[in-house]
């Protein structure tokens, strides 16, 4: 039922109306009380507001119903009562103040409206004020709302994708919109020279594909000469090739070097990230070096022969350089080296090898936090910002960090002996588990902290909590195969932790435990085992 469907034909109706709609700070006004309930229409100003709410529904909507208010219970003139909204607007309690005062002599003196009705009238318009918009503005926002709609719907690589583009430069909304557009199952590719464009945009295969302008170190120049001779002549082969056809003066060493940490060459199956950074012992250039310095050399025999009297003969074509031969960086540092070139990781995070701690022992993620005040929690994540000082009135050390995980970040501190318990944690990077309490920050009353009661290393925090492991198998699954495949996980983990299993039956709802005699395993082999082979789900006892 709409709202614009209920007739009230007495008090208990309008109240009930009251109560069915309060959408967040919305008062409704009851706009149909006159003189037939035994009050005289002098106390009530609501015959006075019916006309100008009757189309919303008692509901102030719009700006133009505030100043109209004004204008007509409090004798406004229209430029007052546009002064009146911008004060209400801008939350400007001095002059909300004085507003009120005249707002309500006003109404007194017109229409010899109570002192306490015309307040109750004045904090409905100070609500509604705050967050209304004029009435053209409310139609074109509305169509603009259905359109975006629209598209998020029907389109949502698309339209994600043109919301990346509009925010690239602030970190923290692409960052948010990423998150978004996997949410709705859109994925969300890193950058590649032969795909990217210089905004975000959709693949063939309908991903959305990072843009090369988002990555620091590259310019819209160096980008549109990356596209132009791509356009013209293909996709480039590999590092070589992308250095002799691009312009070197547009595109320097150091968006290659941007280009790479970002992993817009991952293309090139040939090489890895570290070959194009990492210079080996006993040479002096890496991969970069050498194919910059290529790509200028083929650039200027091919200008000279251009410029030759006898035209260019038959060139004999130069070798490649040889490739360094380099340790491929860790996951952990490729996203490390992500997120200084683009300012988050793309490619995943440095937690998700943790995942399965996380999900067991973590009592919320750093965002929801705040719940829990005044209780204890455990939390996990990622060390950054870390600066030691010492203290001006003691003479002691105390060290301020940033605890960072999946959705937010948090600051922390350690002060006297938790700085001597937990320094040795205090490293750029470090994976830590933290059991703490959520209090008030010293002599504050409204700055809630995160206190450290014990820090331990995220990597050990299996090996000394976990009890075993429970494989959750669905019973309509169980066969001999799947028997053999766990007992072979099983041989292949051998360890101090004990082993369930817990079988499933979802149409009836059954479920039956049962643990390992034989087997006594170790849980993170195990578990690995476990998803090689697709057995089942995982957790941690």
């Not at 004060?87 to 409206?113: L, N, T, V, Y």
């Not at 995980?405 to 944690?425: C, H, Q, R, W």
């Not at 209090?439 to 090996?463: A, C, F, H, S, V």
Request: charged content about 25%; overall charge neutral.
């Amino acid at each position: 039922m709409y709202l614009k469907d209920l007739k009230p034909t007495n008090i208990e109706d309008l109240i009930a109306m009251n109560a069915l709609y309060r959408p967040g700070p919305m008062q409704f006004i009851p706009n149909f009380i006159n003189r037939k309930h035994g009050r005289e229409a002098v106390d009530y100003p609501h015959e006075l507001l019916e006309p100008i709410l009757n189309y919303s529904q008692g509901i102030m909507v719009y700006q133009e119903q505030i100043m109209q208010t004004a204008q007509i219970l409090a004798g406004y003139s229209l430029g007052g009562a546009d002064l009146l909204r911008r004060a209400m607007g801008k939350k400007d309690m001095k002059k909300m103040a004085q507003e009120r005062e005249k707002f309500i002599k006003g109404a007194k003196e017109i229409h010899k409206i109570p002192e306490k009705k015309a307040s109750e009238v004045f904090d409905v318009m100070e609500k509604f004020a705050q967050y209304g918009f004029n009435r053209s503005h409310s139609a074109a926002y509305s169509v603009v709302a259905y359109q975006t709609g629209y598209l998020k719907a029907h389109y949502p690589a698309e339209y994600m994708a043109s919301v990346l583009t509009h925010n690239m430069n602030d970190i923290k909304k692409v960052t948010f919109f990423i998150e978004e557009a996997r949410k709705q199952g859109v994925q969300v590719l890193g950058p590649d020279v032969n795909e990217s464009i210089y905004k975000f945009n959709v693949n063939q295969e309908g991903a959305i594909r990072f843009g090369l302008g988002a990555i620091k170190g590259t310019g819209e120049s160096a980008v549109e000469a990356i596209l132009e001779e791509r356009e013209k002549k293909g996709p480039y082969q590999d590092i070589f090739d992308f250095a002799k056809r691009v312009n070197l003066r547009a595109v320097n060493k150091k968006t290659f070097e941007s280009m790479a940490q970002a992993g817009a060459f991952d293309s090139f199956e040939k090489y890895h990230r570290a070959q194009y950074l990492e210079i080996p012992e006993g040479e002096t250039q890496n991969l970069i070096d050498k194919a910059v310095r290529f790509g200028n050399n083929h650039q200027a025999e091919a200008s000279a022969a251009q410029q030759s009297l006898f035209g260019g003969g038959a060139a004999v074509a130069a070798p490649l350089p040889k490739v360094p031969d380099v340790t491929p960086w860790t996951p952990t540092e490729k996203l490390r080296r992500e997120k200084e070139v683009v300012g988050f990781y793309i490619s995943g995070h440095p937690l998700d090898q943790f995942s399965l701690e996380i999900d067991s022992y973590c009592t919320c993620s750093l965002e929801k936090i705040t719940d829990y005040k005044n209780k204890d929690v455990n939390v996990a994540g990622i060390l950054s910002n870390i600066v030691i000082r010492t203290s001006a009135k003691n003479g002691n050390p105390f060290a301020l960090f940033t605890l960072e995980d999946y959705d937010a970040t948090i600051n922390m501190a350690l002060f006297g002996e938790d700085y001597v318990k937990f320094s040795p944690y205090l490293k750029e990077g470090m994976f830590v588990f933290i059991k703490g309490k959520m209090q008030l920050r010293y002599k504050t009353e409204d700055q809630w902290e995160l206190k450290p009661l014990n820090i331990q290393l995220l990597g050990d925090i299996t090996d000394k909590m976990a009890q075993g492991v429970r494989v959750d198998i669905d019973i309509r699954n169980l066969n001999d195969l799947l028997i053999d495949r766990i007992e072979e996980a099983a041989q292949a983990a051998p360890g101090p932790k004990k082993l369930e299993l817990m079988l499933n039956d979802p149409t009836e709802r059954l479920y039956i435990e049962m643990f390992s005699r034989k087997y006594r395993i170790d849980p993170k082999t195990f578990i690995q085992k476990v998803k090689e082979s697709n057995i089942g789900t995982c957790k941690l006892l």
